[in-house]
C-alpha cells in the first residue's frame, strides 16, 4: 500500500512562509500511484478540513476559500511528491496538516473531503503565532 511521509511544517511568524512536502512510496508501478493528492487540516477541538487537492492527471487544482490565493498546491511526479506552499500565514493557519491519496473521478477529488481518503501520512505541524 502506498505510504505518505510529510515534512516541512514548524514555528513561523503570520505573513512569513512555509512550505509542506508530501513524499509518496511502496507502489509497485504508475497505474498503483494515486490519482488524487490533497492537504487537509485539523486544529484541535476543530473537525479536519480540506486545504487543497491536486487531480494528478491534469493537474487541475482546488483550494478550500479561506486559502485560496495564499496557498498552492502542486506535483513532481518524477519524485513522487506533492507539495503545498503556504504564504502569507496567518494564525488561523496553524493547525496538523495531512497529507493524503486516493482514486477518485475528477469531481471527488475537487471536492476534497476527508472521507473519500484511504490513505494518510502522519501530519505535521505548523504554527502561526502574531
Known amino acids: 500500500q502506498v505510504q505518505l511521509v510529510e515534512s516541512g511544517g514548524g514555528s513561523v511568524q503570520a505573513g512569513e512562509s512555509l512550505r509542506l512536502s508530501c513524499a509518496a512510496s511502496r507502489y509497485t508501478s504508475s497505474r498503483d500511484r494515486p490519482n488524487c493528492m490533497a492537504w487537509f487540516r485539523q486544529a484541535p477541538g476543530k473537525e479536519r478540513e480540506g486545504v487543497a487537492s491536486?487531480?494528478?492527471?491534469?493537474?487541475?487544482?482546488n483550494y478550500a476559500d479561506a486559502v485560496q490565493g495564499r496557498f498552492t498546491v502542486s506535483q513532481d511526479k518524477a519524485k513522487s511528491t506533492v507539495y503545498l506552499q503556504m504564504n502569507s500565514l496567518k494564525p488561523e493557519d496553524t493547525a496538523m496538516y495531512y497529507c493524503?491519496?486516493?482514486?477518485?473521478?475528477?469531481?471527488?477529488?475537487?471536492?476534497?473531503?476527508?472521507?473519500?481518503?484511504?490513505?494518510w501520512g502522519s501530519g505535521t505541524q505548523v504554527t502561526v503565532s502574531s
Open positions: 493524503a491519496a486516493a482514486f477518485l473521478p475528477k469531481w471527488r477529488c475537487s471536492a476534497t473531503r476527508p472521507r473519500d481518503f484511504g490513505v
Open positions: 491536486i487531480y494528478s492527471g491534469e493537474g487541475t487544482t
